[in-house]
């Protein structure tokens, strides 16, 4: 099969694409126009939370798109009332606004926190956020990123976003001012390259946090849905925030994400949020086919197993080409090099034969892991396998 350059250049050009077209998928597989497989230790940036095309979810779609596809967020739909009560059941929240992209999701965080602080303290509008965090590609979400470099894209920036170190609770502390309504994070850095906030730094935040009577934010976006091995990242430190993000893995491939919210922090006045798709029927009826696969007997500690058997897989990697070890929680996963290979490895990878295997270098001694929460130990094994064979070929 040709590639249709002229529909390419109808696409507005935002990053660099390697000359494949994927036409289908099926769990840890993608296949490309030519009939190339690629084993997919990406999954859409750990979206894919069950690989491609898992019949839960096709079921899903197939069935609702029989019954209501989008009366409007005026309404009540049963699929979005579903899941609400799911999310609300499984957490320490009490409400939950749906939505379409983490971006989003954390837009409103933005919103609910900054409308109680008018309500609460004095119009207190500062959300302390971290270095080298990432929270989304709209403006007020890449000012609270601390991406480096996005201080200066697309300026002015939007103000209120002073930033911390990740583990580091006096730089928190130093930054809290009588303007300051909350601190948000991540449980665990993704695109930093899978750095997490440790249990002991979560639960003096948390403290902190209420005793200056701040809100915790965690944006789960990226650890959420079973990523970490448990159903929410922030149950690993033993906490409960005030207000929490989901998005990728909540939809598994469709556009869905959450802003959940215990009671007392839900302040929004009728027209303060909304959008045209939230709580839309079809993508909150596979959320919520999602959801009970992930909270099946067994599913989490099947991903906490696969988990583990990926980190001793990489740690050995690691030891047998001297690198500086692995880190990360669940699947979610990082390899720190010893030498800036990791986009040479991406393309050696993406380029083998007969089979290809895509990989993710957020920085250049960096790759990251964020494969299908159902990937078996075969195709783990099977990806380092690779994984070891590539390294002898990009460095000679």
């Known amino acids: 099969m040709s590639i249709d350059r002229a529909g390419l250049n109808a696409l507005m050009e935002i990053t660099s694409r390697p000359e494949l077209v994927f036409v289908r998928g099926q769990?840890?597989?993608?296949?490309?126009?030519?009939?190339?497989?690629?084993?997919?230790?990406?999954?859409?940036?750990?979206?894919n939370c069950l690989g491609h095309n898992h019949p839960a979810m096709i079921d899903a779609l197939a069935r609702q798109s029989q019954w209501l596809i989008n009366p409007s967020p005026a309404f009540y739909n049963q699929p979005s009332i579903d899941l609400a009560r799911r999310l609300v059941e499984s957490s320490c929240f009490d409400r939950v606004f749906f939505a379409n992209s983490g971006a989003e999701a954390n837009e409103g965080a933005i919103k609910l926190a900054r409308k109680w602080g008018q309500l609460h303290r004095q119009g207190a509008y500062k959300i302390i956020t971290f270095d080298h965090s990432f929270h989304g590609r709209t403006l007020a979400t890449m000012s609270a990123s601390g991406k480096p470099g996005w201080d200066k894209k697309f300026a002015p920036q939007v103000d209120g976003f002073p930033k911390a170190d990740l583990n580091d609770l006096d730089s928190v502390r130093a930054l809290i001012d009588d303007q300051t309504v909350a601190v948000m994070l991540e449980p665990v850095q993704g695109e930093a390259g899978v750095i997490p906030a440790t249990r002991e730094f979560l639960q003096a935040l948390r403290a902190l946090t209420r005793e200056k009577g701040l809100l915790l934010i965690v944006d789960e976006v990226q650890t959420g849905m079973g990523r970490t091995g448990r159903l929410y990242a922030y149950q690993h430190a033993g906490i409960e925030p005030d207000i929490m993000t989901l998005g990728k893995g909540i939809g598994g491939g469709v556009p869905l994400s959450a802003l959940c919210a215990r009671e007392a922090v839900c302040c929004f006045e009728h027209g303060d949020q909304g959008g045209t798709y939230n709580g839309n029927?079809?993508?909150?009826?596979?959320?919520?086919?999602?959801?009970?696969?992930?909270?099946?007997?067994?599913?989490?500690?099947?991903?906490?197993?696969?988990?583990?058997?990926?980190?001793?897989?990489?740690?050995?990697?690691?030891d047998k080409w001297g690198m500086h070890g692995e880190r990360g929680q669940g699947l979610l996963r990082a390899l720190v090099m010893d030498r800036d290979d990791g986009p040479a490895l991406v393309q050696a990878a993406r380029d083998r034969a007969p089979e290809g295997l895509l990989l993710n270098a957020p920085r250049g001694n960096l790759l990251r892991f964020m494969p299908a929460l159902n990937v078996t130990t075969e195709e783990i094994d099977t990806m380092l396998s690779w994984l070891d064979d590539l390294l002898v070929q990009v460095r000679g």
């Open 27 to 47: 769990g840890s597989w993608l296949e490309d126009h030519n009939g190339k497989r690629y084993l997919d230790f990406i999954q859409g940036w750990a979206v």
């Open 281 to 318: 029927p079809l993508m909150t009826a596979v959320g919520a086919a999602i959801f009970d696969v992930m909270t099946a007997p067994g599913f989490l500690d099947e991903v906490n197993a696969r988990g583990q058997h990926l980190s001793a897989g990489l740690t050995a990697l690691s």
